[in-house]
């Protein structure tokens, strides 16, 4: 099976659709308002309303109060809930849709919290004092082997760029690979030719 590939922290419709044409199985929509990639909820459904169908739209939430997430999944048309806060398990399975809870890896403790939670997925990110996600830091990948024992999908994020993905994917063999400021010229812009080489790396190893 191929692995899923999602560029997160999309701002704009151009960078939306190149990442539909480099072949992205998935946007990421980030409603978290101390990120540089902030989005709010009208201007992700504009970019939305622009996207083939098939393509998945996840929403990024740190401790969002639950109207936000409501709002966004009815505007914005989100497939794919994703949680990047200290949100407890049951406020992230009580929406109705697929979810992901997003965990820092800083060692093997770090993994012991994602038994309790029954998202349909986790996604592992590197643990940065600085802020969730979107660090560009890399952690440990034994680690995300290790996480795919608890039987949930692993989504692998944390500095992968389109150098390293390949290795990332050979190794771990993740159910999907998230990036955010690996393919990107500023924090909130892609380069496009950064998003093509990411996803053709990814592509290389199938």
Known sequence: MSTRVKICGVTNPADALAGVEAGADALGFNFYEKSPRH?????????SRQLPPFIMRVGVFVNAPEDLVLRAIG???????????????????????????????QDAGSLQELPKYQ???YLLDAFSPAARGGTGEKFNWDLALE???????????????????????????????????????????????????FIAAVRSVE
């Open 75 to 105: 505007e914005v048309g989100l497939t794919l809930l994703q949680f990047h806060g200290d949100e407890p398990p049951e406020f992230c399975t009580q929406f109705g849709l697929m979810s992901m809870k997003a965990f820092r890896v």
């Open 147 to 197: 996480a795919q024992k608890f039987g949930k999908p692993v989504f692998l994020a944390g500095g992968l760029t389109p150098e390293n993905v390949a290795a990332a994917v050979r190794k771990v063999r993740p159910f999907g690979v998230d990036v955010a400021s690996g393919v990107e010229s500023s924090p909130g812009k892609k380069d496009h030719q950064k998003v093509k080489a």
């Open 39 to 47: 989005l709010t909820v009208p201007a992700a459904a504009k970019i």
């Open 119 to 121: 998202t349909d997925a």
